[in-house]
C-alpha cells in the first residue's frame, strides 16, 4: 500500500474489514477480473465469497443478521472492491441502498421480514426510478400505480437495473394520484418482489441484459410492468408512505452517490497503480519513462486527484453517518471522483502508449468502466445543478 488514499481515524474493526477485503481483492478478484469482463460472465465464486464474508449485509443492523458498520466502512470497502473489478461492486451497490431505504423508511414487518435475507445476500435487491424516456428528470416517469380496491396496479416501463434478473426485490418509484399540486409528492416507492430470472412472471417481465461499453459481468436490464398487481402492504413504509416515494429515492441516491465516488476512486487507484509501473519498467532514450519530466509531472497530478477525490468521499460519507444532511457534499464528492476518475485513467492509458489499446493489459477494461462513473447516480451536469442551488440559497443576498 502506498502512501496516497488512506484513511484517518478509522476504528481497529473498520481496519481489519477493510485489511480483509483487500486481500480479497488481491487474490480473488484483480486475478480473473479482466477474463470475466471480457467474456462478459457472471462473478458466481467471487460473489459467493462475498456473501460468506457478510459484505451483503455490512450496513444492515445485528438485530437483522448484518455487520452494523456505517456508511464510510462500507463506502471503503467498495473502492476497494472497485480496485478489484467495478463490476463486482456493483453487485452489492444497489443491494446496499435498497437494505438501506428499508431500514430508513420501511415498515417493521418489512425490515423483519426483508432485512435478514437480504443480510446474506440469499435475497438481492435492485433500484428503480429511470426509464427510456426520462434520463435524470426524475419527475418525467410515466409508469403508474392505479388504486384497485386493496390493491395497485402498476404499468410502465422501467429502465437500467443493475441486478435486474438477479434481484428478488425491486424498489421502484412510480407515479400516483395523490391530490397532491407538486408532481413530487404523487409518486410512491413500491417494494416489488419477483422471482428471479429472465423471465416473465404476474407481471412483471425482465427480458434480457443491455449489451454495453464496459460494466461487464453485471447485468444491467429493463423492467416492464403489465397489469402487475401488489398489495398496498407493498409500499415502501406500508400506507405511510404513500406520496413519499420522491423523497424516499432522493435519500437513497445520496447515499448512492457516495458508493458512486468511492467506485470511481477504485477505479482511478488502480489506474494509478498500473501507470506508476509500467512508467518504471518502460524505458525510451536509455531510460524510464517515469525520468522523463513530461510523465513524472502526470504521475504527480494523477495522484493528488486520487487524493482529493477519496478525502471528499471520507468526508460525505461521515457526514451522513453523523446524521448530516450530505445532498452537497455527496454531489460534489461524486462530481469530483467521477470527473478526477476519467481523466486519471485516461492519463494511465496514455502512459501505456500502444500497449493500452491492448485486451491483453488491464487498463483498456478500466478505460472502458470509467465513463460509467461520469453518468451513474446522476450525470456531472446534475451534480452541478444540485450543488449550485444549495450554494445560492445559502449565500443568498440580503433583501
Not at 462475498?50 to 443492523?61: A, D, N, Q, S, V
Request: net charge negative; charged share 25%; aromatic share 8%.
Amino acid at each position: 500500500m502506498g502512501r496516497i488514499a488512506q484513511t484517518d481515524g478509522l476504528t481497529e474493526v473498520q481496519r481489519d474489514i477493510l485489511a480483509a477485503v483487500r486481500t480479497f481483492v488481491d487474490k480473488e478478484i484483480l486475478p480473473h477480473a479482466n477474463d470475466l469482463e471480457h467474456r462478459d460472465e457472471y462473478p458466481e465464486d467471487i460473489i459467493e465469497a462475498m456473501k460468506e464474508m457478510g459484505l451483503f449485509g455490512i450496513t444492515i443492523p445485528e438485530e437483522y443478521g448484518g455487520l452494523g458498520e456505517s456508511l464510510l466502512t462500507y463506502a471503503l470497502v467498495v473502492e476497494e472492491i472497485a480496485r478489484g473489478w467495478m463490476s463486482v461492486s456493483g453487485v452489492i451497490n444497489t443491494h446496499f441502498i435498497v437494505a438501506y431505504l428499508i431500514l430508513q423508511h420501511g415498515s417493521e414487518e418489512q425490515k423483519r421480514r426483508l432485512l435478514p435475507v437480504m443480510a446474506t445476500g440469499e435475497l438481492r435487491g435492485a433500484f428503480s426510478m429511470s426509464e427510456p424516456g426520462c434520463g435524470s428528470d426524475v419527475s418525467a416517469i410515466t409508469t403508474r400505480a392505479d388504486r384497485d380496491g386493496d390493491e395497485y396496479v402498476l404499468n410502465g416501463q422501467k429502465m437500467w437495473l443493475t441486478n435486474g434478473a438477479r434481484a428478488g426485490v425491486v424498489a421502484t418509484l412510480v407515479k400516483t394520484d395523490e391530490g397532491a399540486q407538486s408532481v413530487y409528492r404523487n409518486m410512491t416507492t413500491f417494494l416489488l418482489e419477483k422471482e428471479p430470472g429472465f423471465r416473465t412472471h404476474g407481471g412483471i417481465t425482465i427480458p434480457g441484459k443491455l449489451e454495453k461499453l464496459g460494466y461487464k459481468g453485471v447485468e444491467t436490464t429493463e423492467m416492464v410492468l403489465a397489469d402487475h398487481r401488489v398489495p398496498a402492504s407493498a409500499i415502501l413504509g406500508g400506507e405511510a408512505g404513500r406520496g413519499q416515494g420522491f423523497y424516499q429515492m432522493m435519500d437513497g441516491v445520496e447515499v448512492g452517490r457516495v458508493n458512486v465516488a468511492a467506485r470511481a476512486c477504485g477505479i482511478m487507484i488502480r489506474a494509478f497503480e498500473l501507470g506508476i509501473a509500467y512508467a518504471q519498467q518502460r524505458r525510451t532514450f536509455g531510460r524510464p519513462i517515469a525520468e522523463h519530466q513530461a510523465i513524472a509531472f502526470k504521475l504527480a497530478e494523477m495522484a493528488t486527484k486520487v487524493e482529493a477525490g477519496h478525502l471528499m468521499m471520507v468526508s460525505a460519507a461521515r457526514r451522513k453517518d453523523d446524521g448530516q444532511r450530505n445532498d452537497v457534499e455527496a454531489g460534489m464528492a461524486k462530481y469530483l471522483a467521477s470527473e478526477y476518475c476519467h481523466e486519471v485513467t485516461t492519463e494511465a492509458f496514455r502512459i501505456h502508449g500502444g500497449y493500452g489499446y491492448s485486451k491483453e493489459y488491464e487498463i483498456e477494461r478500466l478505460y472502458r468502466e470509467a465513463p460509467f462513473m461520469l453518468i451513474g447516480e446522476g450525470t456531472s451536469e446534475v451534480q452541478k445543478r444540485i450543488i449550485s442551488r444549495a450554494l445560492l440559497k445559502e449565500y443568498q443576498l440580503p433583501g
